[in-house]
């Protein structure tokens, strides 16, 4: 028998097939799509990858800001606590959780037994999510897969100075202009997430170890500028962007198991 979590965020859909003994079976990320097709389009390829069918899924849980969008789940919890969950089983030694997703991000404290002890979110202003990233990436051409290396080679960091992303672009499109080295705007770009989020995790305030979700996770300049930033050595678990479908599906097994007992 198998459960599932799956996370609808603003970006991405998520789910996680774990079997009872907590291994992971199968997970996938796909593009979010309009309202219930998210749900039910990841689970299918889900089962499908695996020769599965919904009878083998004895609970599923939802998660993420399109949770209410999953009807045939059978409860839902918050991010939050998936991602505190999901966190705790890759990487135990994690007191400090920061997730960077498309639309918000939150600096999560957590025990060490992966319950949730306090968190501060910023869901108001996009310059601290993957929202910014994407826009600047519009303006700049250069996939995200080549940031890491461009900010390890850059000289020095661009100062974007603008809060908020609309100035910020503008900014970024008037260096560009000025021909400053492309690495050096990607370089100053990933700081200045850096610097909205480490502000926003410093109030928590950080307990290492400290690690990074979401999607953002996989972006190796902003891991590096926000590691300097918190003056911490930042953790990056596997599959970081499904972090909170991997909590969810943590969940569903504690609740299968609940109600087998
Ligand atoms: P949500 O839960 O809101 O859908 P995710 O946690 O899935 O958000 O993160 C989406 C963000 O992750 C995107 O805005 C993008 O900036 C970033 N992202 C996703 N995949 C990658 C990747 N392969 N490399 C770098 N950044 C990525």
Redesign the pocket.
């Known amino acids: 028998m198998y459960v599932t979590g799956i ?1 609808i ?4 859909s ?1 789910i996680v097939i774990l079997d009872e003994e907590r291994d992971v079976i199968n997970y996938v ?1 796909m593009p ?1 799509l309009p309202s219930e097709e998210s749900a039910s389009t990841v689970f299918s390829k889900a089962l499908e990858d695996k020769s599965l069918s919904r009878k083998d899924v004895a609970y599923i849980v939802a998660t ?2 399109g949770r209410v969008n999953v009807p045939f789940a059978n409860k839902m919890y918050t ?1 939050i606590l998936c991602h505190a969950m999901g966190i705790n089983y890759l990487l135990p030694s994690v007191r400090t959780v920061i ?6 991000s939150k600096a999560i404290k957590i025990s060490n037994y992966g319950r949730v002890e306090n968190f501060i979110m910023n869901d108001k202003c996009a310059a601290g ?3 910014f ?2 826009v600047m990436q519009g303006v700049l051409g250069v996939e ?2 080549k ?1 890491g290396d461009l900010v390890a080679k850059a000289k020095s960091t661009a100062s974007i100075s603008s809060v908020c992303t609309v100035f910020a672009e503008s900014e970024v499109i008037s260096k560009v202009t000025q021909k400053v080295p492309l690495e050096e705007i990607i370089a100053g770009v990933c700081e200045s997430i850096a610097i909205r989020v480490s502000q926003l995790a410093k109030r928590l305030p950080i307990e290492r170890d400290v690690c990074l979700t ?3 996770a ?2 190796k300049g902003v891991v590096q500028k926000l590691g300097e930033s918190l003056g911490v050595e930042l953790l990056v678990a596997e599959i970081p ?1 499904s972090t ?1 479908a991997l909590g969810a599906a943590l969940m569903a097994l504690r609740n299968y198991k609940a109600l087998k007992n």
């Open positions: 996370d965020g603003s970006v991405a998520k990320v979010a993420g800001y991010e997730d960077i997703g498309g639309q918000d999510t993957g929202r990233l994407e995200f897969s940031w979401g999607g953002v996989y972006n962007q909170g």
